[in-house]
Structure formats: C-alpha cells, structure tokens
T-cell receptor, first 112, second 114 residues
C-alpha cells in the first residue's frame, strides 16, 4: 500500500515569494497528481506527472521517480494562491481505474 | 469547460437512514470514483467504477455502501444505514482514459449525520 507524505503541513509566506511544497511516496506509482482545494472544499486538478517536469503559468511540478519524490513550486506567489495543495498517487495495478492515495495536504497562506 | 456535478451540496440525515448521493460525470468519461474527506482529515478513496461494475474498492467501502450508474449519466453512492462517522464531504470524480488524463472532481456533497 502506498504512503504519501507531504511537507510542510502549513506554510505562510509573503506575496511574491517562491514557494516549494514537497511530496514523497513509498512504492512505485503510475502517476503523481497535484491538486488544489479551496476553503469551500472543491478540488481542482493542477498536474498529473509520470516523469520530468510540467509548467502551467506560475506553477511548476517536478518528479524524481528514482527518489520517489515530487515538488510543486509557485513562482511570484499571490494571495489568491492561498489554498490547500494536495499530492496524490496512483499505484501500478495493471488496471486503469485505480484510486488515488492522498497526502494530508499543505495549507498555504500568502499574505499581501 | 465540462464539469462533474454533484447533488445535493449539503445533506443532513438522521442516523440509521439511507442516503443517496448523486453525481453526473463528464459525458465522455469512462472511469468514475467516489472519495470522502472527514473534516480535518485527508481525502480517502472509496470506490472506482468502470464498464458498469466496481473496479476497485477500499476497506472503507463495506456492505453499507453501494454504487450504481442507473441511466448512463448519473453515478450514485448509496449509504444504507448511516452512522455518525459517515459524516464527511463526499467527492465524485471522473476520468476519460486509464493512464494519460487527470481527474475532474465534483464540488462535493457535505453529509451530516445527526
């Protein structure tokens, strides 16, 4: 069974700072997902990674398969980035309907 | 942009009552999921559904839970006899293909069992 660990659990930063959130997992995966959850509870998918790096706007996600580690970076952070960022993994099982194993999330607050 | 729609957004029920949570996945998606998040805890996988049958289920998904896709558009989660500990946010999600696409989540149903 995969274990997904995130750090830090809470992060407060000033507007404009470069943000890094880390995620590690215990067993081989087929994909690593970064998700965003706003105070209302809704979950939005940000990235799905199986290797390398992806960029979308000010968000960058990287994964190191050998080290079983992924990072989410936010450049030029803004108060509207304040949310819970969740790492989730899908493990190899041979099928396509695998459920996600979630980390506990990182509660990010960007202060003006 | 296509959305996964969940209804109701909030449901309050008496302990022991049956509840049905409803989801309308994105129309061309093939894989469907239910997750739950107890307040203050991480999101947990309940069940996945593909080709009109359950593909995978977690230990949480015991005999009091069932899922159905009754009409080709709706995807429902039934809890037969609710317990206080079933109080949580329940998320439906769908995915187009097996490996190459991310998930789309609904906005959730907050279930409160009293």
């Amino acid at each position: 069974k995969n274990e997904v660990e995130q750090s830090p659990q809470n992060l407060t930063a000033q507007e404009g700072e470069f943000i890094t959130i880390n995620c590690s997992y215990s067993v081989g995966i087929s994909a690593l997902h970064w998700l965003q959850q706003h105070p209302g509870g809704g979950i939005v998918s940000l990235f799905m990674l199986s290797s390398g790096k992806k960029k979308h706007g000010r968000l960058i996600a990287t994964i190191n398969i050998q080290e079983k580690h992924s990072s989410l970076h936010i450049t030029a952070s803004h108060p509207r980035d304040s949310a819970v960022y969740i790492c989730a993994a899908t493990s190899y099982s041979g099928g396509g309907a695998d459920g996600l194993t979630f980390g506990k999330g990182t509660h990010l607050i960007i202060q003006p | 942009e296509p959305e996964v729609t969940q209804t109701p957004s909030h449901q309050v029920t008496q302990m022991g009552q049956e509840v049905i949570l409803r989801c309308v996945p994105i129309s061309n998606h093939l894989y469907f999921y239910w997750y739950r998040q107890i307040l203050g805890q991480k999101v947990e996988f309940l069940v996945s559904f593909y080709n009109n049958e359950i593909s995978e289920k977690s230990e949480i998904f015991d005999d009091q839970f069932s899922v159905e896709r009754p009409d080709g558009s709706n995807f429902t989660l039934k809890i037969r006899s609710t317990k206080l500990e079933d109080s949580a946010m329940y998320f439906c999600a769908s995915k187009e293909w097996a490996k190459d696409y991310g998930y789309t989540f609904g906005s959730g149903t907050r279930l409160t069992v009293v």
